[in-house]
T-cell receptor, first 112, second 114 residues
Framework: DAKTTQPTSMDCAEGRAANLPCNHSTISGNEYVYWYRQIHSQGPQYIIHGLKNNETNEMASLIITEDRKSSTLILPHATLRDTAVYYCIVRVETGANSKLTFGKGITLSVRP | EPEVTQTPSHQVTQMGQEVILRCVPISNHLYFYWYRQILGQKVEFLVSFYNNEISEKSEIFDDQFSVERPDGSNFTLKIRSTKLEDSAMYFC????????????FGEGSRLTVL
């Protein structure tokens, strides 16, 4: 799986959009971009994933650049409960061995 | 909403003792995983399991570890002879299908080895 790089931490004000960047310059054509988050020491929680097109769901939006070398996770209206470690992961979809490899992630702190 | 459940939430054991961590994956899921997270460190892959056999395991998953799906609903991780460095949060995860299916994680079992 390709490696990703994320800033160590960032913060944003409650109610504002949080834009979390991720670089994955060595991504292959068959690798998807996934975002998970981990609130405190809870189990990781799936947020969103995409291949080429931008994606949106009830939690977030995922913007993938045209060359697919980077992406941005957008939380449109951050709340205090969005304070967590966010992981950007690229993963090949190859059946049973399709594990996730977590990096250090980015710690998002939402301030009141 | 269906969820992955894990028991116990916290277990304290003496070094050298055997520990079994239990997981009930989401009922129609086919792929099962164990991860661990040592305090302050990354979430690390241990093992994946499909069709009643291990499909991949990491270097961490040595002979002291084993997994089993004994009855079609539970998925267990056994550590035969615990070491101090096995102290960690252990997360079970499951996935429904091949392809772009997301992994659903349980809330974890905290293992403390004294």
């Amino acid at each position: 799986d390709a490696k990703t790089t994320q800033p160590t931490s960032m913060d944003c004000a409650e109610g504002r959009a949080a834009n979390l960047p991720c670089n994955h310059s060595t991504i292959s054509g068959n690798e998807y971009v996934y975002w998970y988050r981990q609130i405190h020491s809870q189990g990781p929680q799936y947020i969103i994933h995409g291949l080429k097109n931008n994606e949106t769901n009830e939690m977030a939006s995922l913007i993938i650049t045209e060359d697919r070398k980077s992406s941005t996770l957008i939380l449109p209206h951050a709340t205090l409960r969005d304070t967590a470690v966010y992981y950007c992961i690229v993963r090949v979809e190859t059946g049973a061995n399709s594990k996730l490899t977590f990096g250090k992630g980015i710690t998002l702190s939402v301030r009141p | 909403e269906p969820e992955v459940t894990q028991t116990p939430s916290h277990q304290v054991t003496q070094m050298g003792q055997e520990v079994i961590l239990r997981c009930v994956p989401i009922s129609n899921h086919l792929y099962f995983y164990w991860y661990r997270q040592i305090l302050g460190q990354k979430v690390e892959f241990l093992v994946s399991f499909y069709n009643n056999e291990i499909s991949e395991k990491s270097e961490i998953f040595d002979d002291q570890f084993s997994v089993e799906r004994p009855d079609g609903s539970n998925f267990t991780l056994k550590i035969r002879s615990t070491k101090l460095e096995d102290s960690a949060m252990y997360f079970c995860a499951s996935r429904r299908e091949e392809g772009t299916g997301e992994l659903f994680f349980g809330e974890g079992s905290r293992l403390t080895v004294l």
